[in-house]
């Protein structure tokens, strides 16, 4: 938020500084400036007051190499607290262990994305996108086995795979590690398509991948350019297809509420879903402050009091601006019923509340 609504943040919250982007080198100079003086004047990438005024510097310069970044020193905190947390959440696919002996941590492999969805922000869309070695990876995975006992790791990436060789690369360096372990990742819908790409997804899978999470989002290619993702449903699902011969999982996400939404275009992106038998992360339209559909709310009018709209940000399972040209009783209602058709037809017996606030990804039911 810092990045996209600079003066907003320090108008309305009281803060008096806010950190533009990559914070690792910004924070340390801050501090040690703090540490002397109120004077912040010629600290790149940072927002302040200063009396009546807002001041912005230039930006801080990219990280070029971020293997360079040291790993997060987690016994700052007690990783217990969080091991356990997010041990929790780990669900289907499981592991071939008893769920409480699940230890998972999360890694960040890379930052930012290469594409440019109109819905989503990230701080660092004007950025380049920049991943990390195989061998940086696995060193910071081996650091916690060692340390914490970690034996699932949950890559927390916009995007880990961009490209079928940058994943072959992973999955070849995992298999000469010594490390036995479960994870998961993100990638490109459409990552996977042909027949020849099934050797490395079987590589993935024997390096301990159990999931691949890429977003389907809409069905109809009309939304999908206004998105301006660089994908379709016949990718996605050929992807999905894929993957189950190699013994994957896929999960999946889904974004209602574009202007061109309709009842009609609802039920064909959740008959994607049934066709490849994955019941999806569903939620609303939520435009983010500095992505190019909040732009587009702001200048036609959707959003009046952008206070008001920041204010009541909150889940994306809620609706909280709606730019179809349904009442928000239809969009609702279409999103719901379609929503339990699909818990229907793949077994999965959700009920109100949980087909959109479902906690976790889920999968056809197996009985």
């Known amino acids: 938020m810092a990045q996209s609504i600079p003066e907003i943040l320090l108008t309305k919250t009281g803060s008096d500084v806010a950190v533009m982007g990559e ?74 262990i008893p769920p409480d002996k699940i230890r998972a941590m999360l890694i960040n492999t890379a930052r930012g994305c290469l594409f440019k969805c109109t819905f989503c922000y990230h701080v660092f869309r004007d950025h380049k996108y920049r ?51 479960w994870w998961n990742a993100d990638c490109r819908s459409g990552l996977f398509t042909l027949d020849k790409h099934l050797r490395v997804i079987h590589k993935l899978k024997k390096a301990g991948c159990l999931a691949l999470g890429f977003s389907l989002e809409s069905s109809d290619p009309e939304i999908l350019k206004w998105m301006k993702k660089e994908a379709s449903a016949q990718d996605f699902s050929r992807q999905v297809e894929l993957l189950r011969k190699g013994n994957i999982a896929s999960q999946t996400s889904l974004v209602f509420g574009y202007p061109l939404e309709t009842e009609q275009t609802i039920k064909a992106t959740i008959d ?26 702001i200048k036609d009018g959707y959003i009046q009091d952008e206070e008001a709209y920041l204010l009541a940000l909150g889940d994306r399972q809620d609706l909280r601006l709606n730019m179809t040209q349904l009442s928000d009783e239809q969009f609702e209602g279409t999103v719901e019923r379609e929503l339990a058709r699909c818990s229907q037809e793949l077994g999965m017996e959700l009920k109100g509340g949980e087909l959109l606030k479902t906690g976790f990804y889920r999968s056809k039911k197996v009985i």
């Open 131 to 181: 991943w990390r070695s195989p061998q940086s990876i696995i060193a910071e995975m081996r650091y916690y086995v060692q340390h914490y006992g970690a034996n699932y790791f949950a890559f927390s990436d916009e995007l880990t795979f961009f490209s079928v060789k940058q994943a072959e690369a992973f999955a070849d360096a995992l298999l000469a590690s010594d490390l036995d372990v």
């Open 272 to 297: 994607v879903c049934i066709a490849n038998e994955i019941y999806p992360s569903a939620g609303y339209l939520l435009p983010q402050p500095g992505s190019p559909i909040y732009d587009y709310a």
């Open 23 to 96: 914070g690792e080198e910004v924070i340390v100079q801050l501090l040690q400036r703090l540490s002397n003086t109120s004077d912040l004047e010629g600290i790149k990438g940072i927002c302040y007051r200063k009396n009546d005024e807002i001041v912005q510097t230039m930006p801080q310069p990219l990280i070029e190499d971020i293997n360079q970044i040291p790993f997060p020193d987690w016994d700052l905190f007690d990783t217990e607290v969080y091991i356990r947390s997010l041990s929790k959440s780990i669900h289907e696919p499981w592991p071939p």
